[in-house]
């Protein structure tokens, strides 16, 4: 019996997916728990929209997140840390600063867990702090650090 699957199902498939089993396995286990539908001729149908649909819905993610890349590649925030004798920090700037900042400064949302440090940010400079907007698109922000 062909069946589409609603979720994941270990050693059978994953969600979306139209995969053959047998009928008993289908019946007893998979279409009780709601696993996965019969493969109609409308279902099949649905299930080949609905994939057109996300793939539509991934390349515009994709655009999206390639025209906020361009946005931020000349754009630079800058933060004011606390410094004592000969310039050494209290502390270091972490992403969670770097956030707040750029939505002060720059009026945009980015989100910390996305922000990718290369070295701690321990002393003042200017860094380039990476952003991950999509699996296939990376994003700079140039963070300028100035003491108090």
Do not use: W
């Not at 649909?53 to 590649?73: D, H, I, T, V, Y």
């Not at 400064?105 to 996305?114: A, D, S």
């Not at 990376?138 to 003491?147: D, F, N, Q, R, S």
């Amino acid at each position: 019996m062909e069946i589409i699957l609603l979720e994941d199902v270990k050693s059978v498939g994953k969600k979306g997916e139209l995969v053959s089993v047998s009928d008993g396995y289908a019946r007893n286990f998979l279409l009780k728990k709601k696993l996965g539908m019969e493969a109609t001729a409308k279902n099949k149908n649905d299930l080949k929209l609905q994939k057109a649909n996300e793939e539509k819905r991934k390349q515009e993610m994709l655009e999206e997140a390639k025209r906020f890349a361009e946005e931020l590649k000349d754009k630079s925030i800058e933060i004011k840390i606390k410094t004592g004798e000969g310039g050494r920090t209290f502390g270091s700037v972490s992403t969670k600063e770097i956030a707040e900042a750029a939505k002060k400064q720059l009026g945009m949302e980015i989100e910390k867990k996305k922000m990718q440090l290369d070295v701690p940010v321990k002393a003042c400079g200017t860094y380039r702090v990476k952003i991950k907007l999509h699996p296939k698109v990376t994003g700079e922000l140039i963070v300028k650090v100035t003491e108090k």
